[in-house]
């Protein structure tokens, strides 16, 4: 397998809006699925009962082959990009409604009773003392859920988007390899970075679990 | 919020005829009618499962009452807003309870924060509390995680006064450290509290540490009963029952003669022959006892007026000479005090805190 270096120079433009348009797709859904698990982690997290149900219904969506979800909400969404981010978004929040409940009550009992102690109010203490907390945990949910959205969006070719996906069909249909190897290389680079960009935000939001004692 | 005055006999924590039932049919504090004076220490002991940490709790509105009056400077508390109540009361919870999130300062500027002051008010504020309690001002900067378990406690001790409250909760604070900082903790609480004069009720199953801080004593029975409520050296010339009794141990008596200082024993002066001598430094600070044959040196701790008679009757078992060398402030010695005379001392004083309360020392 040789790669064709001058088709790659020929297709720099194309590249990058497919990397940028790959990478949005991504970033779209994380956010969409944080907007979403927060709340209902926090419910999942307060009310006991809602906790299993939350839970087992997210992991029955994860359970659907991405593929066939995407074949389901066409009917709602046609061939567009929402009908990839919303896919997506389901995606992401099996892992994000997991680790932010996790993360929730990885928070000592003892530091909650302080914050009520100390006249804090319950809005102000999931706030300023829960989630905070919770975040090295969050994090690690957002983390998986980044990577794992930037290696799902190329599944969303099937429906006419897929980002960087649309050089594996590109490639396959033509008996083409270099478009292939380029796609995942893209790919991978961009799970990587973001992963590392993801890494420093954590770093940076929660120093006082740096210099350990 | 109403500032308190410290005032004799005025009355700052009153419960009437308090009663708590859990939710599982538990009682775990039976018609408690108590009363804690403003600027004393009300030490709350008993064994696990006594209802003190539920009395305790119930001030601040931790844990509602079933059925009974918690009045905090005359309110009561079910009448206040919860939040805002707790905010006014200083809370030191067991193993510091620190946000760990949070730097040193940042822990201590709590509650001012949420009164609203400016977080520059509030930072300087916690600052000077820093100092209070006794840490360095470069501890502010850190992380609970990054201090000791006696450094943690006295910064749950200085957020507890962020907001100079009137009331202070402490729920066996110092339970989680080593017996020695134990010690420190207990002396440096003492000092502050001359300063501060704070209505604390302090939670503790340590009978010593009841003795040692104690302006009154509670003793809890299970079921959450009140059994006793006295001064120290009333409750321990005269418990109320054999419960009491078995509670404050088998060294009862000692323990009064350590709240009895040396103070009012006579004393002579030093010996300048016999079988055991003084050793003196150039500045007259006893060092030793000698015998006369100059082949034996025992060590020995002088004592001071302040020092109790515990020490003293400590010290004379010890001394060759069955002498206690006493010193001033500075150390030098003043004179010496007979075995004897102690062990009389220590006698009157335990019918004198039997007399004071009406009768003689229970058996």
């Given at each position: 397998?040789?790669?064709?270096?001058?088709?790659?120079?020929?297709?720099?433009?194309?590249?990058?809006?497919?990397?940028?348009?790959?990478?949005?797709?991504?970033?779209?859904?994380?956010?969409?699925?944080?907007?979403?698990?927060?709340?209902?982690?926090?419910?999942?997290?307060?009310?006991?009962?809602?906790?299993?149900?939350?839970?087992?219904?997210?992991?029955?969506?994860?359970?659907?082959?991405?593929?066939?979800?995407?074949?389901?909400?066409?009917?709602?969404?046609?061939?567009?990009?929402?009908?990839?981010?919303?896919?997506?978004?389901?995606?992401?929040?099996?892992?994000?409604?997991?680790?932010?409940?996790?993360?929730?009550?990885?928070?000592?009992?003892?530091?909650?009773?302080?914050?009520?102690?100390?006249?804090?109010?319950?809005?102000?203490?999931?706030?300023?003392?829960?989630?905070?907390?919770?975040?090295p945990?969050?994090?690690?949910?957002?983390?998986?859920?980044?990577?794992?959205?930037?290696?799902?969006?190329?599944?969303?070719?099937?429906?006419?988007?897929?980002?960087?996906?649309?050089?594996?069909?590109?490639?396959?249909?033509?008996?083409?390899?270099?478009?292939?190897?380029?796609?995942?290389?893209?790919?991978?680079?961009?799970?990587?970075?973001?992963?590392?960009?993801?890494?420093?935000?954590q770093?940076?939001?929660?120093?006082?679990?740096?210099?350990?004692? | 919020?109403?500032?308190y005055?410290?005032?004799?006999?005025?009355?700052?924590?009153?419960?009437?005829?308090?009663?708590?039932?859990?939710?599982?049919?538990?009682?775990?504090?039976?018609?408690?009618?108590?009363?804690?004076?403003?600027?004393?220490?009300?030490?709350?002991?008993?064994?696990?499962?006594?209802?003190?940490?539920?009395?305790?709790?119930?001030?601040?509105?931790?844990?509602?009452?079933?059925?009974?009056?918690?009045?905090?400077?005359?309110?009561?508390?079910?009448?206040?807003?919860?939040?805002?109540?707790?905010r006014?009361?200083?809370?030191?919870?067991?193993?510091s309870?620190?946000?760990p999130?949070?730097t040193?300062?940042?822990?201590?500027?709590?509650?001012?924060?949420?009164?609203?002051?400016?977080?520059?008010?509030?930072?300087?504020?916690?600052?000077?509390?820093?100092?209070?309690?006794?840490?360095?001002?470069?501890?502010?900067?850190?992380?609970?995680?990054?201090?000791?378990?006696?450094?943690?406690?006295?910064?749950?001790?200085?957020?507890?006064?962020?907001?100079?409250?009137?009331?202070?909760?402490?729920?066996?604070?110092?339970?989680?450290?080593?017996?020695?900082?134990?010690?420190?903790?207990?002396?440096?609480?003492l000092?502050?509290?001359?300063?501060?004069?704070?209505?604390?009720?302090?939670?503790?199953?340590?009978?010593?540490?009841?003795?040692?801080?104690?302006?009154?004593?509670?003793?809890?029975?299970?079921?959450?009963?009140?059994?006793?409520?006295?001064?120290?050296?009333e409750?321990?010339?005269?418990?109320?029952?054999?419960?009491?009794?078995?509670?404050?141990?088998?060294?009862?008596?000692?323990?009064?003669?350590?709240?009895?200082?040396?103070?009012?024993?006579p004393?002579?002066?030093?010996?300048?022959?016999?079988?055991?001598?003084?050793?003196?430094?150039?500045?007259?600070?006893?060092?030793a006892?000698?015998?006369?044959?100059?082949?034996?040196?025992?060590?020995?701790?002088?004592?001071?007026?302040?020092?109790?008679?515990?020490?003293?009757?400590?010290?004379?078992?010890?001394?060759?000479a069955?002498?206690?060398?006493?010193?001033?402030?500075?150390?030098?010695?003043?004179?010496?005090?007979?075995?004897?005379?102690?062990?009389?001392?220590?006698?009157?004083?335990?019918?004198?805190?039997?007399?004071?309360?009406?009768?003689?020392?229970?058996?």
């Amino acid at each position: 397998m040789t790669v064709d270096w001058s088709w790659i120079g020929d297709h720099t433009d194309d590249l990058t809006s497919l990397t940028v348009s790959h990478l949005e797709a991504a970033l779209t859904a994380v956010l969409l699925g944080l907007l979403i698990s927060l709340p209902l982690a926090v419910l999942a997290h307060r009310v006991r009962p809602l906790r299993g149900l939350l839970l087992g219904l997210s992991n029955v969506l994860f359970t659907i082959p991405s593929i066939a979800v995407f074949v389901l909400l066409l009917p709602v969404s046609g061939l567009t990009r929402t009908t990839t981010v919303i896919g997506l978004t389901i995606y992401t929040l099996v892992v994000l409604l997991r680790n932010t409940v996790e993360g929730l009550d990885s928070v000592p009992a003892r530091t909650k009773e302080a914050a009520k102690a100390m006249g804090t109010r319950p809005l102000r203490t999931l706030l300023t003392v829960e989630l905070p907390l919770a975040l090295p945990v969050i994090m690690a949910g957002v983390r998986i859920a980044t990577v794992m959205s930037i290696s799902l969006v190329s599944v969303a070719t099937y429906i006419g988007d897929g980002g960087l996906g649309q050089l594996f069909t590109d490639g396959f249909q033509r008996d083409f390899p270099t478009p292939v190897i380029v796609g995942v290389v893209l790919t991978l680079l961009l799970a990587l970075v973001a992963d590392a960009l993801l890494v420093a935000v954590q770093y940076a939001l929660t120093p006082w679990t740096r210099r350990r004692a | 919020m109403t500032i308190y005055r410290p005032g004799k006999g005025h009355l700052m924590i009153q419960f009437d005829t308090v009663h708590k039932r859990f939710p599982n049919g538990t009682t775990a504090v039976h018609d408690l009618s108590l009363e804690m004076p403003e600027g004393g220490v009300t030490v709350l002991v008993g064994s696990s499962g006594c209802g003190k940490t539920t009395t305790l709790r119930m001030i601040n509105r931790m844990v509602e009452p079933t059925s009974g009056t918690i009045r905090v400077g005359g309110k009561d508390v079910l009448e206040q807003d919860a939040a805002e109540l707790r905010r006014s009361i200083g809370y030191v919870i067991q193993q510091s309870g620190l946000f760990p999130h949070r730097t040193v300062l940042d822990n201590i500027a709590t509650v001012p924060l949420l009164l609203g002051w400016g977080r520059r008010k509030a930072r300087s504020r916690a600052a000077e509390l820093l100092e209070t309690v006794g840490l360095n001002a470069d501890a502010g900067k850190r992380y609970p995680h990054q201090l000791s378990g006696g450094q943690q406690q006295r910064v749950g001790v200085a957020r507890a006064l962020a907001a100079d409250p009137p009331v202070l909760l402490m729920d066996e604070p110092f339970g989680a450290v080593d017996p020695v900082v134990r010690t420190q903790l207990q002396d440096e609480l003492l000092r502050l509290q001359k300063e501060l004069s704070k209505t604390i009720v302090f939670v503790t199953h340590d009978i010593d540490e009841a003795v040692r801080l104690g302006d009154q004593i509670a003793v809890f029975r299970t079921g959450g009963h009140l059994v006793q409520c006295a001064a120290p050296a009333e409750l321990l010339a005269r418990p109320a029952d054999d419960f009491v009794a078995d509670f404050l141990g088998a060294e009862r008596g000692l323990k009064l003669l350590s709240l009895t200082t040396l103070a009012d024993v006579p004393q002579a002066a030093a010996p300048q022959d016999g079988p055991w001598t003084l050793v003196l430094d150039e500045a007259r600070k006893p060092q030793a006892w000698r015998s006369r044959s100059k082949d034996a040196e025992v060590p020995l701790r002088p004592l001071k007026d302040g020092d109790s008679l515990l020490s003293a009757l400590n010290e004379s078992v010890t001394s060759p000479a069955g002498l206690v060398a006493r010193v001033d402030g500075e150390g030098r010695l003043t004179g010496v005090t007979s075995r004897e005379d102690i062990h009389e001392h220590a006698g009157r004083a335990h019918s004198a805190a039997g007399a004071a309360t009406g009768a003689g020392v229970a058996a």
